[in-house]
């Protein structure tokens, strides 16, 4: 876990936020090289999962919403966690997470709140902070962020930000259905910002602040949900391997009955195993017709869908597979990271690297084989995301490579001058060969699709 966060800010993925001002809690900024890995992963899920399907449109709703729209969807009175203080030290913890810590293979989330507190005196649970088992009775708090908005200081209204993407796509839903050519099944894609008052610390990107969501919603005749959910649950689990992630680390679970969200009639996860234990990496859920119904009572505004073919009208239920992009990109990190007794590398699928290729002249202070480095560097860059390093010795730039993930370095060395060929070195093998330099675009090209 630590080498994995040193790591991270080292080579700029992740540093903590705010941290010239002491930092601020379960809030992390993506760096140079996290902001390229975090995009690439996004555009691959767009790619895979909206532009490659023909029954998948996307929208980009707005952030912050009419505060009905949460009384609609039942978050305001049903998105409430359990909240417990030390009496020591005074650090506060979800009730939940301080149970499932103590036992690895317990899910209490959603139990009554009688039921927690019981489980945690019971057990003698320690603070993780100070060690003392003197812990407050266990209370309710609300996680969608308040926010006021206006432009008079006595005059602003209470609104609250999105606590998940979801409600801009059903508040949506006849937009799509009138401006474009969908029909059932079908479904609306979105990716963005989402925030939720969170009070876990020590995990990372796993559980934050202000976090980036990617999900659709899925839209279906009732009595076909069970299909269409194994049928996703199938497509996201062929998704995460192909993103490279070790399928050892990764297991679903079904959600009981007292963990499931409000909306949801079933609800499953799959999990990764982190340092710190498995915990959940994306989730599928049967929202049924829960949200489209209640903003059709609350506004008054028709959600029936009317089947063109045989004229049936009904409200479409719902299967939604969501994806957490900033919990993803530091699972990535940690997948990928390797160590042996000379170097780190991060073994990062090369689609997703943030560079692909780095450019190395041998020597800095020789001016032909710089000009001619920036040569092939300048001709790469119009296909490939590629970086330039000429500081130090070889070997430092090659192990710092490896440990933002870069699969290939090519080195232009004294026989590219003689025989326009350069030396291509492998993140994970470090073997070398020698490319034609008219043949390396496609070199590179071919081994991206491989």
Known sequence: MDKVVSLAKRRGFVYP????????????????????????????????????????????????????????????????????????????????????????????????????????????????????????????????????????????????????????????????????????????????????????????????????????????????????????????????????????????????????????????????????GWKEMWGIAYRTDFDLKNHMEKTGVDMHYTDPDTGDKFIPHVIEPTFGLSRLTGIILFNAYSEDEKRIVLKINPRLAPYKVAIFPLLANKEKLVKKARKIYEALKRDLVVTWDNRGNIGKRYFAQDEIGTPWCVTIDFETLDKDTVTVRDRNTARQERVSVDKLSTYFQNKLED
């Open 17 to 276: 936020s705010s941290e010239i001002y002491g930092g601020l809690a379960n809030v992390w900024d993506f760096g140079p090289m996290g902001t390229l890995l975090k995009n690439n992963i996004r555009d691959a899920w767009w790619k895979h999962f909206v532009l490659d399907r023909a029954d998948m449109v996307g929208i980009d709703s707005s952030t912050i919403l009419r505060p009905e729209v949460w009384h609609a969807s039942g978050h305001v009175a049903g998105f409430n966690e359990a909240m417990v203080d030390c009496k020591e030290c005074g650090n506060r913890v979800r009730a939940d997470h301080l149970i499932e810590d103590r036992f690895s293979d317990k899910k209490v989330e959603g139990l009554p709140f009688e039921e927690l507190d019981r489980i945690i005196s019971k057990n003698k649970i320690v603070c993780p902070k100070c060690g003392k088992t003197d812990w407050t009775n266990v209370r309710k708090f609300n996680q969608l962020v308040e926010v006021k908005i206006g432009v008079l200081e006595e005059g602003k209204n209470l609104a609250y930000l999105r606590g998940e993407i979801a409600q801009g796509l059903f508040l949506n839903f006849k937009n799509v259905l009138n401006t474009t050519r969908v029909k059932i099944p079908f479904g609306i894609a979105q990716q963005g910002k989402a925030y939720r008052n969170e009070i876990t610390m020590g995990q990372f990107t796993h559980r934050t602040f202000e976090f980036d969501l990617m999900e659709f919603e899925y839209f279906i005749k009732p009595e076909t949900w069970e299909e269409v959910f194994e049928m996703w649950r199938k497509e996201m689990w062929k998704w995460a391997l192909n993103l490279g992630i070790n399928e050892k680390s990764l297991k679903w679970r079904e959600h009981e009955d007292f963990e499931r969200s409000h909306y949801s009639k079933r609800t499953m996860d799959i999990e990764f195993k982190y340092p710190f």
